[in-house]
Nanobody
Framework: EVQLVESGGGLVQAGGSLRLSCAAS????????IGWFRQAPGKEREGVSC????????YYADSLKGRFTISSDNAENTVYLQMNSLKPEDTAVYYC?????????????WGQGTQVTVSS
């Protein structure tokens, strides 16, 4: 059974940091790209970052470059999203998703999401 389980969300003050985790199981981790997405209340889901596990190439939304860092621990089948200098507008449910091959616009599997709330 394919599973993507996010964790690490919570309540943090503006300027603080959080590290989200996405633990993957049920598929060959190295064959996939893992993306992070977020959806704020009343807004459309937006892409945050992605990493192609096989070669470590990374992608970021332009507005988030410099504050967020994606990484993977292939031995643990886990992808992390380090979020620094958080702002209230970063408040959203954060999801991870898996796409076969490379970072793309279509993803095969999704996690259940983890809430991130940034207070001002």
């Amino acid at each position: 059974e394919v599973q993507l389980v996010e964790s690490g969300g919570g309540l943090v003050q503006a300027g603080g940091s959080l590290r989200l985790s996405c633990a993957a199981s049920g598929f060959t981790f190295d064959d996939y790209a893992i993306g992070w997405f977020r959806q704020a209340p009343g807004k459309e889901r937006e892409g945050v970052s992605c990493i192609s596990v096989s070669d470590g190439s990374t992608y970021y939304a332009d507005s988030l470059k410099g504050r967020f860092t994606i990484s993977s621990d292939n031995a643990e089948n886990t992808v992390y999203l380090q979020m620094n200098s958080l702002k209230p507008e970063d408040t959203a449910v954060y999801y991870c998703a898996a796409a076969f091959g490379w970072c793309t616009y279509e993803y095969d599997y999704w996690g259940q999401g983890t809430q991130v709330t940034v207070s001002s």
